[in-house]
Every structure is written in C-alpha cells, then in structure tokens.
C-alpha cells in the first residue's frame, strides 16, 4: 500500500501576550505528530493496525508578532533536538522553549521559590533605565525583558542543534515566513501609457509604496541557488543568529507599546524587491516594475509585522502552491490551519451600535486609523482561491460536561489588548493549556478529509479498518447521505480513552489581582514621568515655561498613573476577571 503525504503549512497570528495560547497549540501539535510518527514506526508491516499510515509533512510556518516569535520558537526547538511536551503547570524552568518562553517570559524564577523574591516581567517593563532624556523614549514600555528572552532562546541552543535532528514530520526544506512592518516604503512603478507631446517627453510611470516586508527563511538554504530570493536560517553562525534574534524581535514590536528595530546592512535591497515581485506578482507583462537597484543593502525601522499583516496564511498558502502546484479539490494534499488568539469575529457584537453617519473632524480622525489599518490587512485575492484547504483554530473554553461556552473570556492575556498577560504568570499558565486543551480538540474534531481507503489519490488509501474504527467521524450530508472522515493528524491519546473535550488542564479561570497590581503604581508613575521628561526636553523654547512644566510634570504624571490604573482595573472587571 502507498502512503500518501499532506503538507502543512502553520499560519500564527498576532497576539501579543497571548501569545502563550498559541505556544501551547503548537506544543501539543508538535506532541500529537511525536506520538504518531513514533506509533507507525512501532507498527511497521501491521495491516491491521489502529494507526493510520498515511504521513504529515510540516513544510512552513508563517507568524506574524506573537505568532512570528512562536513559529521562530518552534522552529528552534525541533532544531535543537531536545523538545519535550510540557503537560503539567510547572513554576520552574522544563526545557521547552515555547513554556519558558512564553509562560515565565523573563521573570526572575526566584519569585516561585520559597525567597518569593525578585522582579515580574511587567515590573521590568516599567524601569527607566531605556530612556535617554537627551534622545527621547522609544516606546511606552521598557523592551529589555524582550530581548532578554530572544538572547536566551537563541544562545541556549545546544552544539549539536541542526537539521539532522528533525523528524520525519518536518520538512528538511522548511520555510519560516516572518511578517514585518517597513517605516521605510519599498517602491514600485505601474507603467502608464507612453503619450509624447509639444510640453511632454514622455509620461511619467506612477509610484506604488509598500511597507510590508516577509523575512522568507529557507532552511535548507544554499547560497549558489538561494541569494537574494531568500534568507538563510543558520542559527549557529554567528552574523545570521544575530540576525535571526533581530527578526524575532522586530517582528513583535508592538508600535509605541515596544522598541522599533533598525536594520542597516541585514537585508539586501535584491532581496526585498525579488520577495515583491513574487509577492505581488509584478511581471513584465502587467505593465509594473521595479526600478534598479540603487544601494546594496536597504536602510529601514520596523514595527510589529501584525500593523500590516496579522494573520499571514496567504504568505504560507503562497509559498505551498508555489513547492506543490495547483490545488486538488476532491483530495487535498496541502493547507494551512491558521491559530488566532483573537479573531476578528470576536469584535462583532462590539461593532453593532457604531454610528457610520460620521460628519465631525474628531469622528473622522478617530475613525481613519482602524480604517487604513484594515485596509493595509487587505490579502491578495490569490489566496482566497476555491480548492484551498484553510481551517482555523481560536480559542474556546466550555462549561464541564456541556458544549456551552463559559462566562467569562477564553483567555487570560487577552485582557489591555492583548498586553494583560504581561501582569502575572497565572494568565500565561491558563491560556498555554487552554491553547494544548484546544490543539487536542481541533486535532480529533476538526482538521479532517473525506476519506476513501480504496482510491489511490485519497489521503487514507490503504489504511486498515481498524483504524478506522477507532478514528472516524461520520458526517451527514445536505442530502441525507453520510460521509466519513479521518483525521489528518491523529491523536493516538485518543485510543487511551482520553475523550473528553470539555477536561481542560487549568480548570479555574485566574483572577486579578488588584492589590499587587495597586503596588506598581510608583514605578508606574516614574516611568510616566520620566517619558514626559525626555519627550518634552528641547521641545519647549520659550525659557519661562520650562520651570512651569517641570514644576507641573510631576501632577501630570499623577494624574497618568492614577488613569492608567482605573482603565486597567475596569477592563479586567469587564472581563469578569
């Protein structure tokens, strides 16, 4: 019998904290492919197997913010060779990067000791020692705990760490998709009808600017073949793991929330305009080019990858259609599940009584935001194409026992958009099990193909009727008939007689704790005034008003810091938390 291959492409979403929610998806997916690969090699020749034979190739993991520093993570760990699920809430270091990473951040783990000392991530986040009051402060809150994190992940990978320690799972040729936001535009021309006249030589072409930038990473790369089209993800050289931490980190510089990242000499401007023209299709024949080359090397600031593309699935359904050809309708052989923490049906019921009717100037400001920030989310019709398997996983908690949805949000972080998970590890912990509880649930009722064990084109040809037994859904059509499906990935904890799906590992929901929150409020208020300070130096000219400010600097920052914590403290009570 052969066996047939599905290739997979990971599309993660922006999520800011949150982000440990899709760190726990991608552990238990990462986990479920472990236990299956292990199973077919235990089962080899047995026809009569419950394991199913046919394999899942990883070929791309595409993130943006959040989901990018998760993809960047996952990808270092099956590099490493080390990786080991995590399956129990645990207050001291594990060994798996995506835990540490993004449940401890960079809290001091003498906070989970019995000294119950040390700093908290957020408490880092509010020290001062960023700001240069003669320069200014690049963003609201300190970023080192950011890179302390992205320093670790990357100078902890063992000697041995490379892609002889993949599994079959993952392709050796992977590519890692990491969206950025470029400050600097990225220009093309659309060539206008050539008209010459007695005032005019020839007309102008008319100028396009693109901000959005894909570091496209080829883990199999070869610099004779691969310069210039994509970027090599060599993490123990020393140029290119520096550059690969930088991407990490830039790709989740949340803007004026986190630091900016400046790139000098690191991309190549061949580089970025060859991803244009695949990316946006600019051909010869459709009248759009882009000019030579004018420096070797392209010069910009990036903010988060999210501000433009937060769910990057048509880069990585781009980058399947481009290795596999033309989708196949009736038996798919590649897709992307794309995890999003906060997907924009979420915000619906939120839009229903906004008044569209805007005719005042504030209205019109406060609306033109979201609108070209929406529209710069704008996918290439390319990608919405018939015929293209993409299925997405969010985040769901329901009640025990019922297919309810609890009361109280999904998850944890998702509090202060996004930056709540920030404030205690309790909110990290929950929602990187709820995103394992949820992977386990999406595996066994969602990421299936009708299957057909006698066609040699299905992706189940050939797979035994035990196996079926244990594995398949039947799913009543339209017209009365029944279909039956199978699992793409299968999760063998299943045949243990694990079949719960409303268990979940953090059963209560965590509280927040207003009090210790109530305890920053003088560190707040010191960064809050130390932010006035360095923005407004050199900024008044007039010499009289200068001790004014400073002598009312303090009373505004008060007045900040005492803001601050009221909108904190009625959010989290919105949420019910």
């Known amino acids: 019998m052969s066996k047939q291959t599905f290739h997979l492409g990971l599309s993660l979403a922006g999520a800011v904290s949150a982000g440990a929610y899709t760190a726990g998806f991608v552990d238990y997916l990462l986990e479920a492919l472990s236990e299956w690969e292990k199973a077919k090699e235990e089962q080899t020749n047995n026809l009569k197997s419950q394991i199913p034979n046919h394999n899942v190739v990883l ?62 991530t957020f408490e880092k986040m509010l020290d001062t020692s960023d700001i240069n009051p003669e320069v200014g402060t690049v963003s609201l809150l300190n970023s080192n705990p950011i890179d302390a994190i992205a320093e670790r992940v990357f100078n902890e990978l063992p000697k041995d760490a490379s892609l002889d320690n993949f599994p079959n799972f993952m392709s050796k040729d992977l590519r890692v998709l990491i969206t950025l936001t470029s400050l ?44 210039n089209k994509y970027l090599p993800f060599l993490p123990q050289q020393l140029k290119s793991r520096n550059f690969l931490k930088k991407v990490t980190k830039a790709t989740g510089a949340f803007p004026i929330g ?20 695949v990316r946006k299709s600019l051909v010869k024949e459709k009248g759009v080019f882009i000019e030579p080359e004018i420096t070797a090397n392209f010069q ?14 048509d880069e990585v359904l781009r980058h399947l259609i481009n290795k596999h050809g033309q989708p196949n ?21 939120a839009t229903e009584d906004i008044n569209y009717n805007i005719s ?3 209205g019109i400001l406060g609306a033109l935001v979201p609108t070209i920030l929406n529209q710069a989310r704008n996918k290439q019709s390319d990608t919405y194409g018939v015929g293209l398997f993409k299925l997405m996983s969010f985040p769901r908690k329901l009640k025990s026992g019922k297919m309810e949805v609890r009361d109280h949000p999904p998850l944890a972080t998702s509090a202060l958009g996004g930056f709540g998970g920030f404030l205690d590890i309790k909110f990290r912990q929950h929602d990187f099990f709820l995103g394992r509880d949820n992977a386990r649930n999406f595996l066994r009722g969602i990421l299936f193909l009708e299957c057909d064990k006698d066609d040699p084109n299905n992706l189940f040809y050939g797979v035994s009727d035990e196996a079926i037994a244990m594995f398949k859904k039947n799913v009543e059509q339209k017209d009365g008939s029944v279909k039956m499906y199978m699992p793409i990935i299968p999760d063998l904890s299943k045949i243990e007689g694990d079949t719960n799906p409303t268990k979940y590992e ?20 010191k960064r809050v005034k130390a932010i006035l300070k360095a923005e407004l130096k050199g900024k008044v000219k007039r010499w009289w008003l200068k001790p004014i400010i400073a002598a009312f600097r303090g009373l505004i920052a008060s007045k900040i810091t005492n803001w601050v914590i009221e909108q904190v403290e009625a959010d989290f009570k919105h949420r019910k938390m």
């Open 258 to 277: 986190l630091k900016p990242r400046y790139f000098d000499e690191e991309f190549t401007t061949s580089y970025l305009n060859n991803s244009l023209k």
């Open 329 to 349: 309708t009736d038996n798919p052989k590649f897709g992307t599940v794309l995890i999003d923490p906060f997907p924009s049906f979420f915000d619906t019921d």
């Open 506 to 525: 953090v059963e209560d929901f965590p509280k927040f704790d207003s009090e210790t929150f109530k305890s920053l409020k003088k560190p707040i208020k």
């Open 360 to 362: 005042s100037i504030i």
């Open 184 to 227: 600097r535009p990225l220009d093309y021309k659309v060539k206008l009808s050539r008209i010459k006249s007695k005032f005019l030589d020839a007309t102008p072409s008319h100028r396009v600017s693109s901000h959005d930038v894909v570091a496209h990473f080829k883990l199999n790369y070869n610099d004779t073949i691969d310069k």
């Open 300 to 313: 910009f600031t990036a903010i988060d990858g999210g501000t433009i593309n937060n769910e990057p699935f």
């Open 59 to 120: 070929d791309a993991i595409g993130g943006a913010s959040a989901g990018g520093m998760v993809g960047m993570i996952a990808t270092l760990a099956m590099y490493a060779g080390n990786w080991q699920p995590v399956k129990k809430v645990s207050y001291t270091k594990t060994g798996n990067i995506l835990y540490d990473s993004w449940v401890f951040l960079d809290d001091d783990l003498s906070l989970y000791s019995k000294a119950k000392s040390g700093k908290s």
